[in-house]
């Protein structure tokens, strides 16, 4: 039985899942694949350190490049983050002739198009299902199960740090800071949380979704992206008395003029099943037009469900061992060209409902100049509620959902109506979808 015989960088959480599941399941992996996998050499920084794993047999070393040019590693597992160091050892190995499998999204989002070129040019594979979404085969899905079909949008909970900390702050009513601690509290959040609470890292997986789906270029560098930070339980309060939930969404939608890559808190209607995917479990909404929309959820994070996709790709890697020429390698699709690049509509053309949450003077007309306001920008009013709620300064928040409009109408005209006397502070302003 053909061995196929793997380099692991990095021995943390998911690395140590791999080893144990490979372990614990390896006659079931040989009997639906063939063949078997081996890890003969690890790298990690700290080789002292306990591990969830049995590490026997396996030769541990600090030095990447050790696995990179090891003459029997056939494939390089990827699983120390970051891009400083992963780039230059990824590129080796695949210089190296090695296949590669990553769970790094920003090393793919990033630097994904080199990647790509180079894997091409030395004909090595290059998995990445485990840098999106967990456990979730989105990466395969839309490589294999949806390559004949035209994808219309992709819309997807992609960071669980994000959406447990909007479930519970809409559950419990505690503060993004309350949440916050406990999300660290609980591991689920960094000690430094700017790379998931910023969007960051949901626009990374976006920006990756959106060239599987649409073919071309990543163009990370043209993702809109808005965090979580300045999200109020008020507003999580007014939103669910207007029936909506406030969901940390990527949105990646197709239209006539070009792609609205985007990031950001979003309305959705309660009753959606988005609005329902709660905690740290993440979903993927895929729309094509031959198949209409599709969900796949799961575990977005952890040690196994990322280990198991991947593994997946070491199984994808070992169904063709012997038509390397074949293998499904850098290619997102078969349409894609990563030299070229599809149009990414600027944020300011992008049309949408709005929810709009303006501190303003009770008193009469104040209403009246609102309204004003938004029907010389031409945006029309679906929903308007006062609430009951006093300031100090004798304001009261007035809740709006806007019809559909461009983002430099609603922009526009929350300046006009931010200029009025009778509004105090700045005007909270969030998108409202229907996925």
Do not use: W
């Amino acid at each position: 039985m053909r061995v196929i015989k793997i380099g692991l960088l990095g021995l943390g959480t998911v690395g140590a899942s791999v080893i144990r599941i490979l372990q614990k399941n390896k006659v079931a992996i040989e009997k639906k694949c063939g063949c078997s996998f081996e890890v003969i050499i690890a790298c990690a920084r700290d080789l002292e350190k306990a591990r969830d794993c049995s590490l026997s047999g396996i030769i541990l070393t600090t030095d990447p490049l050790e696995i990179v040019h090891h003459p029997e590693v056939e494939v390089v597992v990827e699983l120390i983050g970051g891009t400083t160091i992963a780039l230059g050892v990824l590129i080796e190995a695949i210089k190296n002739s090695k296949h590669v499998v990553t769970a790094n999204k920003a090393v793919i989002a990033l630097h994904g198009n080199e990647l790509i070129e180079t894997a091409k040019r030395n004909d090595v594979f290059l998995g990445f299902e485990a840098a999106i979404a967990g456990s979730i085969p989105v990466v395969k899905t839309l490589r294999e199960s949806l390559a004949g079909n035209s994808i219309r949008k992709i819309v997807g909970i992609v960071n669980g740090t994000c959406n447990f900390m909007l479930s519970g702050m809409s559950e419990s009513g505690y503060s993004f800071e309350t949440i916050l601690k406990e999300a660290q509290t609980l591991g689920y959040a960094e000690a430094d949380p700017s790379f998931d609470v910023d969007g960051i890292d949901a626009g990374h997986k976006l920006a990756i979704l959106a060239s599987l789906a649409f073919g071309g270029a990543i163009q990370f560098e043209k993702v809109s992206i808005d965090g979580i930070r300045e999200i109020l339980v008020d507003d999580l309060v007014y939103a669910n008395a207007l029936g909506y939930k406030v969901k940390h969404l990527a949105l990646a939608i197709k239209s006539t003029s070009g792609i609205e890559l985007r990031v950001h808190p979003t309305l959705i209607p309660t009753g959606h099943i988005l609005a329902n995917i709660d905690g740290v479990l993440n979903a993927v909404l895929i729309d094509a037009e031959e198949t209409g929309p599709l969900l796949l959820s799961g575990a977005g994070a952890g040690g196994d469900a990322t280990a198991s996709s991947v593994i997946s790709d070491l199984v994808s890697l070992a169904a063709k061992p012997s038509q390397k020429q074949n293998i499904q390698r850098a290619e997102f699709q078969a349409k894609s060209d990563v030299s070229s690049e599809v149009n990414v509509l600027p944020i300011e053309n992008i049309y949408s409902a709005y929810y709009l949450r303006i501190q303003a003077l009770d008193k009469p007309g104040v209403l009246a100049e609102i309204s004003q306001n938004l029907a010389s920008s031409e945006v029309s009013i679906e929903a308007i509620r006062q609430q009951e709620s006093h300031g100090d300064d004798g304001s009261v928040p007035i809740v709006i959902i806007t019809g559909k409009i461009t983002e430099s109408a609603i922009a526009n005209a929350c300046k006009h109506i931010g200029n009025s006397d009778n509004v105090c502070g700045d005007i909270v302003r969030y998108r409202v979808e229907s996925p």
